[in-house]
């Protein structure tokens, strides 16, 4: 199966999984202007299980998200070649949506992995995974890197 994936290839990814015994954790983000942050929270992710598909928000998701004027910096195919290029991610896919739900109902995950800027308890699809039985789990790095803060040391220096 290629890396780059469309929400329904997800099913079959799913399916794929379960036959070979591979278990499947869901990573999401913009990921825009890609920093050692990110690479750690993917790392993270990717010791969770067998399998790492990570979920890019396109550009219309993105600005859903209200990260400011200007964003995303890069467009959603270039963000999600960065990612896939990563030894750590096995597929991507792009969602349109300004959670990550679709996704998750699409995959069904045996466990959906944020970074540490949340804890288990307040991961805002935590029920939704743990309805089918998934677990949700935490990853990365403590929140000391940000694009936005990238963004707006950018914007000083130009001032």
Same mark, same amino acid.
């Given at each position: ?61 993105? +600005?859903?998200? *209200? ?8 467009? %959603?195919?270039?963000?999600?070649? @960065?990612?896939? /290029? $990563? ?43 743990? +309805?089918?039985? *998934? ?8 929140? %000391?890197?940000?694009?936005?803060? @990238?963004?707006? /040391? $950018? ?5």
């Amino acid at each position: 199966m290629q890396k780059l994936l469309h929400l329904d290839d997800l099913p079959r990814l799913r399916a794929e999984a379960t036959r070979a015994g591979r278990t499947v954790a869901l990573a999401n983000g913009v990921f825009d202007l890609f920093h050692v942050g990110h690479l750690r929270y993917l790392e993270g992710a990717k010791a969770q299980a067998e399998l790492l598909v990570v979920a890019v928000n396109s550009d219309a998701s993105t +600005r859903l998200l *209200g990260k400011g004027p200007g964003r995303p910096v890069v467009p %959603e195919a270039e963000r999600a070649e @960065i990612i896939a /290029a $990563l030894r750590c991610v096995d597929h991507v896919v792009i969602f349109e949506t300004k959670d990550v739900v679709s996704v998750i109902r699409a995959l069904k995950p045996d466990v959906q992995v944020k970074g540490t800027d949340y804890t288990p308890e307040t991961i805002p699809e935590a029920d939704e995974v743990r +309805r089918y039985g *998934g677990r949700v789990a935490v990853a990365g790095d403590p929140k %000391e890197h940000s694009t936005t803060a @990238i963004v707006e /040391a $950018l914007a000083r220096s130009r001032g």
